[in-house]
C-alpha cells in the first residue's frame, strides 16, 4: 500500500510545482502586458501634449518673424542708415523703435549699419542699451547681411537675457545698408512648463538646453559637447553667460516589456542617486533646430503592471479552484446531468461570444460614422481655405495690374475732360454739330471705360466650383484683355494658335485666373533673360486620347531640373525675396484639380518653359458639382 501511494504523491508535488510555474509566469505576462500597454497609453497623451507645446512655441515665435521687414521699410530707419551720423535722425529712429516696441511687447528693437554697430534701439534711454554695441558677431546679422531672414537663439552679451532673435537686411537696390533685428524672451514658456506635472525641456541642434520646467536643467547639455561645437558656440557667444554647459546626470535603458520606447533615470544635482523611471519622447518644432523633450513618470505604468498582474494571479487561483469544484462535481453528479450541462455550457458560451461580436460590431459601427463626419468636416474646411486662396490670388493678380488698369483708365478720363470742356465752348458758338460729335465721342470713351470695369468685376467675383462646357477663345480673350497694357508697353510679342469652336469642362473665372498667372510668369521670365524680342505663345488644340489642352510657351530663362521637382510646392518661388510668396502655381494646380485636369510643366522649343494645362472635353462632358 505505501508503495503505491509514493508514485502518486510524487505525481501530486509535480503538479502542485507545475501549477505554481503557471501562476508565477501568468503574473509575469501579465505585468508585461500591461507594462506595454501604460507605455502606449502615456506615449499617447505625451505626443499630443508635445503637439500643443510646439504649437504654442512656434505660435510665440510667428507674432514676431515679420516684424523686422516691417520696420526695415519705416522712413526713420531708412534715413538714419542714409545719414548715420545725424544726430536728429538718430533721436527720431530711437523714438520711432521705442513706440513700435511699446505696442509690439518685444524684448529690444534695434538698427545695425552693415559694421554691426547698433545705431538706434528701443532701449536706448535704458539702463543696458544696445546702442553704439557692434554685433558683427552674432549669426543673425550675418545671415541678414547675406540676403537671408536671420533667426538666432542666445544669451544677450549686454541685457545677460535669453532670447530668440529675428533679423532681416536693409537694402538700397543693390546696396546692403545694415540690419534691423528684434529680440524675443520666451521666459513665459519657461513659467507655462513649471506649472507641468510632466518635466519639458527643448534643446537646439547642439543638444544645448535653452528652456527647462526644471530651472537647474537649463543651459545643460545631453550629452557632452564635442570641442568644436565648444568652438563654435564661443565664437558666436551664444551661451557666454551661461557657464561651462555641463550634461546633466542621465541613464537610458529599455523597459522590461521591450518595445521602442526609451526609459531614463535622472540624478538631481543635489542627490547622489537617479530617480525614478521616465518615459522620454521627443518631437521636432517646425522651422527651426529646435527638439522638444518630455519626460512623464512611469511610476503609474508600474502601478497598472503590477495590478495586472495581481489581476491575472488571482484569477489564475480562481479558475483552478473553479476547476477544482467543477471536477469534483463532475464525479458526483450523473452522467446525465453532466451532459445537460456541458450542453448549457456550449450554448452559454455562444451567447456571449455572439453578444461580444455584436458589441465590437455595434463599436465600430460608431467609430465609423465619427470618422465620416470629421472627414466630412476636414473636407469642407479644406474646400473654404482653397476658396479663400484662390480669392486671394485673384486679388494679387488685381493688385500687380493696377499700373495698367491706372493708365487705361487715365486715357479715357483725359480725353473726357477735353471733349466735355470742347464741347462747352462749341456750345457757346453755336456749333452744335460740333457738340454732338464731342457727346458721341464722350459715350463710346464711357463705353469702353464700363468694359474695363466690367472685366475686372467679373475677374475679381467669388465663383463657386460649379462645372459647365466653357469656350476657351473666350477665357484667352478675358486673360488677354486683363494683360494688355503690359503686352503694350513692354513690347511682347504675342502668338496664337487657339483651334475654334473649342470646349473644355471647367469654371471660366478660375481657368481665367490661372491662364492670367501662367501669363504673368512668362512674362516675367522673358524680362529676366533679356531675351530679344521676348516671345510668348498660346495653344489651344484637342488631345488625340481625349480633352482638350490649353498650353503657354515663353523664350525666357526655363526652368532647371532642380526646380522642376518643387515648382508646385506652396511658398516655393524662384523670384528674389518680396516679389513672391510662390503661392501662384501652387493655387493653379489646385484649381486644375478640381477641374479633373493636370498641370504640369516642361521645356519649351522656344528655349524657356512651357506650362500645359490638360483638362476634359466639355462638348462631351457634363455639367456638375
Same mark, same amino acid.
Not at 458758338?429 to 457727346?439: A, F, K, R, Y
Not at 508697353?489 to 502668338?495: A, Q, T, V, Y
Given at each position: 500500500m505505501r508503495s503505491a501511494n509514493a508514485p502518486l504523491?510524487?505525481?501530486? /508535488? &509535480?503538479?502542485? /510545482?507545475?501549477?505554481?510555474?503557471? *501562476?508565477?509566469?501568468?503574473?509575469? &505576462?501579465?505585468?508585461? *502586458?500591461?507594462?506595454?500597454?501604460? *507605455?502606449?497609453?502615456?506615449?499617447r497623451g505625451t505626443l499630443h501634449h508635445l503637439e500643443i507645446y510646439a504649437s504654442s512655441l512656434r505660435s510665440e515665435l510667428s507674432r514676431y518673424e515679420y516684424l523686422p521687414q516691417v520696420i526695415s521699410l519705416s522712413p526713420a530707419v531708412l534715413n538714419l542708415l542714409n545719414n548715420p551720423q545725424d544726430p536728429h535722425l538718430r533721436l527720431e529712429a530711437n523714438v520711432h523703435l521705442e513706440t513700435v516696441n511699446s505696442h509690439a511687447q518685444a524684448s529690444a528693437i534695434y538698427v545695425m549699419d552693415a559694421t554691426g554697430l547698433t545705431l538706434a534701439s528701443s532701449n536706448w534711454n535704458q539702463s543696458g542699451s544696445f546702442v553704439d554695441v557692434n554685433f558683427s558677431y552674432r549669426p543673425y546679422f550675418q545671415d541678414a547681411m547675406r540676403g537671408h531672414v536671420g533667426r538666432f537663439y542666445g544669451i544677450g552679451t549686454v541685457s545677460r537675457e535669453p532670447g530668440y532673435y529675428f533679423s532681416f537686411g536693409v537694402m538700397a537696390g543693390a546696396q546692403k545698408l545694415g540690419v534691423v533685428a528684434v529680440k524675443v524672451n520666451l521666459d513665459q514658456l519657461d513659467e507655462a512648463w513649471s506649472r507641468t506635472t510632466d518635466k519639458m525641456l527643448a534643446i537646439d541642434g547642439n543638444g544645448v538646453i535653452f528652456l527647462a520646467s526644471d530651472p537647474g536643467w537649463r543651459f545643460g547639455a545631453l550629452r557632452p559637447l564635442s570641442s568644436e561645437t565648444l568652438r563654435k558656440l564661443a565664437q558666436t557667444r551664444q551661451y557666454t553667460e551661461a557657464g561651462n554647459l555641463q550634461p546633466i546626470d542621465m541613464r537610458e535603458h529599455k523597459p522590461m516589456s521591450g518595445g521602442t520606447a526609451t526609459v531614463v533615470q535622472l540624478r538631481p544635482y543635489t542627490s547622489s542617486s537617479f530617480g525614478p523611471d521616465h518615459l522620454l519622447n521627443s518631437r521636432k518644432v517646425d522651422g527651426t533646430d529646435w527638439k522638444l523633450i518630455m519626460l512623464s513618470d512611469m511610476r503609474p505604468v508600474h502601478a497598472l503592471a503590477r495590478t495586472s498582474a495581481l489581476a491575472t494571479v488571482f484569477a489564475l487561483v480562481f479558475l483552478t479552484l473553479l476547476a477544482m469544484y467543477m471536477q469534483q462535481r463532475r464525479r458526483i453528479v450523473h452522467q446525465r446531468l453532466s451532459a445537460r450541462e456541458a450542453l448549457q455550457a456550449a450554448y452559454a458560451e455562444l451567447e456571449h461570444k455572439v453578444h461580444l461580436r455584436t458589441e465590437a460590431l455595434s463599436q465600430a459601427n460608431r467609430h465609423l460614422h465619427t470618422e465620416i463626419s470629421e472627414r466630412r468636416r476636414a473636407e469642407e474646411a479644406l474646400k473654404n481655405t482653397l476658396d479663400d486662396l484662390v480669392q486671394t490670388g485673384k486679388m494679387a493678380v488685381l /493688385?500687380?495690374? =493696377? !499700373?495698367?488698369?491706372?493708365?487705361? &483708365?487715365?486715357?479715357?478720363?483725359?480725353?473726357? $475732360?477735353? @471733349?466735355?470742356?470742347?464741347?462747352?465752348?462749341?456750345?457757346?458758338?453755336?456749333?452744335? =454739330?460740333?457738340?454732338? @460729335?464731342?457727346?458721341r465721342t464722350i459715350c463710346q470713351l464711357t463705353d469702353r471705360m464700363g468694359e474695363i470695369t %466690367?472685366?475686372?468685376?467679373?475677374? %475679381?467675383?467669388? =465663383?463657386? !466650383?460649379?462645372?459647365?462646357?466653357?469656350? @476657351?477663345?473666350?477665357?484667352? %480673350?478675358?486673360? @488677354?484683355?486683363? &494683360?494688355?497694357?503690359?503686352? $503694350?508697353?513692354?513690347?511682347?510679342?504675342?502668338?496664337?494658335?487657339?483651334?475654334?469652336?473649342?470646349?473644355?469642362?471647367?469654371?471660366?473665372?478660375?481657368?481665367?485666373?490661372?491662364?492670367?498667372?501662367?501669363?504673368?510668369? %512668362?512674362?516675367?521670365?522673358?524680362a529676366d533673360s533679356g531675351a530679344r524680342p521676348r516671345r510668348v505663345r498660346l495653344v489651344a488644340r484637342h488631345l488625340q486620347g481625349g480633352g482638350v489642352a490649353l498650353e503657354v510657351h515663353d523664350n525666357g530663362t526655363g526652368i532647371s531640373h532642380d526646380v522642376m521637382a518643387h515648382l508646385f510646392e506652396p511658398f516655393f518661388t524662384t523670384k528674389e525675396q518680396g516679389l513672391g510668396l510662390g503661392l501662384g502655381l501652387a493655387i493653379s494646380a489646385g484649381i486644375v484639380r478640381d477641374f479633373g485636369g493636370h498641370i504640369r510643366a516642361a521645356q519649351s522649343d522656344l528655349g524657356g518653359a512651357a506650362f500645359t494645362i490638360n483638362l476634359r472635353d466639355g462638348s462631351r462632358g457634363d455639367a456638375h458639382d
Open positions: 504523491g510524487r505525481w501530486q /508535488g &509535480l503538479i502542485i /510545482g507545475l501549477w505554481l510555474c503557471l *501562476i508565477v509566469a501568468g503574473g509575469s &505576462l501579465a505585468y508585461l *502586458i500591461g507594462e506595454r500597454s501604460g *507605455i502606449r497609453s502615456l506615449q /493688385g500687380q495690374m =493696377s !499700373a495698367g488698369i491706372t493708365h487705361e &483708365l487715365n486715357q479715357p478720363l483725359a480725353a473726357l $475732360r477735353t @471733349l466735355s470742356a470742347n464741347a462747352v465752348v462749341f456750345l457757346t458758338q453755336g456749333q452744335t =454739330s460740333q457738340v454732338d @460729335l464731342n457727346l %466690367a472685366q475686372l468685376k467679373k475677374f %475679381a467675383r467669388r =465663383s463657386g !466650383a460649379v462645372l459647365q462646357p466653357v469656350a @476657351l477663345a473666350g477665357v484667352i %480673350a478675358d486673360a @488677354l484683355f486683363l &494683360l494688355g497694357q503690359r503686352i $503694350r508697353e513692354e513690347k511682347i510679342e504675342l502668338e496664337q494658335h487657339v483651334e475654334e469652336n473649342l470646349l473644355a469642362l471647367c469654371e471660366g473665372n478660375r481657368l481665367e485666373q490661372v491662364l492670367v498667372n501662367l501669363l504673368a510668369n %512668362a512674362f516675367d521670365a522673358t
